[in-house]
């Protein structure tokens, strides 16, 4: 069975790695801090309440966001070190993680969408209000149905057994002879492998991108930016320095997307709606889309920044 989060934390004992720190002492560092944030931030969603007493609304969603964050991580530096790694190991890891990502990835996107909605309802005189909130009821009722599938998860063996498998991986990660090279000298050469694949998703999205090309660059970023933030122990400001300005291109771009998923939504939701719901999910989807296209107006001007060549002068 899995260990407590607790006792997993107490365990763990790696050292930051240093300029002179190896391939394997940088990835384990990076492994042994996104496996503390997946179960620090699990143990709280289990409780099911702020274990330091009172919370802002909403404190449960953020557990959720950091939780999936923290799979995230991990995956991208599988990917990223995937040279230094046992390729079956790794296979099977990841392929674990993407199992509970997708669980995260459900009730968290349910989160984005109601904070939006509400955020927007705000706005609205007191009826419109209410109506809106009847046209929600059947998100609201799909949230707690993928948080409840996420806890449920939670309390597999399945889980209990990635949990085990992290924890192991943290303190004996399968290397091969690679993993042995100076950080410095390998670590620049897996980031810029992940710039140049950004570098070709904004080129081929063309001057008026599509929504699909969009999305794909904004995972490029992400997984850029995972990358250079690996990367800071060992090179330090430089790599931390250009991760901010990819993370401003990521955040724009998931403005965006947040957007045109929830347009999409409403949409989907009108069809079906009453007409005073379905007049309120056009208020709605009229503020989704002017602020994706807000977005829009501002994401060359965020690549731009993050694509000056002094951020990568380390690369």
């Known amino acids: 069975m899995g260990q407590e989060p607790e006792q997993v934390v107490l365990e763990f004992d790696?050292?930051?790695p240093g300029p002179d720190a190896s391939v394997a002492e940088l990835v384990r560092h990076d492994l042994a801090a996104s496996t503390l944030r997946l179960l620090r931030h699990e143990h709280t969603i289990r409780l099911g309440k702020d274990p330091e007493g009172e919370a802002p609304p909403g404190w449960d969603h953020e557990e959720v966001h950091q939780a999936?964050?923290?799979?995230?991580?991990?995956?991208?530096?599988?990917?990223?070190?995937?040279?230094?790694?046992?390729?079956?190991?790794?296979?099977?890891?990841?392929?674990?993680?993407?199992?509970?990502?997708?669980?995260?990835?459900?009730?968290?996107?349910a989160d984005v969408l109601l904070a939006g909605f509400e955020r927007d309802l705000a706005r609205l005189p007191d009826e419109d209000a209410e109506?809106?909130?009847?046209?929600?009821?059947?998100?609201?009722?799909a949230r707690a149905a993928d948080h409840g599938r996420l806890l449920a998860a939670m309390e597999e063996p399945r889980h209990a057994a990635l949990v085990d498998d992290l924890v192991a991986a943290v303190r004996a990660p399968a290397w091969t002879p690679q993993a042995g090279q100076p950080a410095t000298e390998a670590v620049p050469p897996l980031v810029a492998r992940h710039w140049r694949r950004l570098r070709r998703a904004v080129d081929g999205a063309g001057d008026h991108a599509?929504?699909?090309?969009?999305?794909?660059?904004?995972?490029?970023?992400?997984r850029c930016r995972y990358a250079a933030e690996a990367a800071v122990p060992v090179i330090g400001e430089p790599a931390r320095a250009f991760a901010k300005?990819?993370?401003?291109?990521?955040?724009?771009?998931?403005?965006?997307?947040?957007?045109?998923?929830?347009?999409?939504?409403?949409?989907?939701?009108?069809?079906?709606a009453r007409r005073?719901?379905?007049?309120?999910?056009?208020?709605?989807?009229?503020?989704?889309?002017?602020?994706?296209?807000?977005?829009?107006?501002?994401?060359r001007q965020a690549w731009k920044a993050a694509s000056r060549k002094r951020l990568r002068a380390w690369l």
Do not use: C, Y
Not at 248 to 254: A, F, N, P, T, W
Not at 281 to 287: C, N
């Open 14 to 16: 790696v050292p930051v």
């Open 68 to 109: 999936r964050v923290a799979t995230r991580r991990w995956r991208s530096t599988l990917r990223t070190f995937a040279g230094m790694l046992d390729p079956d190991w790794a296979g099977r890891l990841s392929g674990e993680l993407s199992w509970l990502a997708g669980l995260l990835g459900a009730a968290r996107d």
């Open 131 to 141: 109506a809106g909130r009847r046209l929600l009821k059947r998100l609201v009722a």
């Open 210 to 222: 599509s929504d699909e090309a969009l999305h794909r660059i904004r995972i490029r970023a992400k």
């Open 245 to 272: 300005a990819v993370e401003r291109l990521q955040e724009v771009l998931g403005e965006q997307h947040d957007a045109v998923v929830a347009e999409g939504w409403l949409h989907e939701a009108a069809a079906s």
């Open 276 to 299: 005073q719901e379905a007049f309120v999910a056009g208020q709605l989807a009229a503020a989704e889309r002017a602020r994706a296209e807000a977005a829009r107006e501002h994401w």
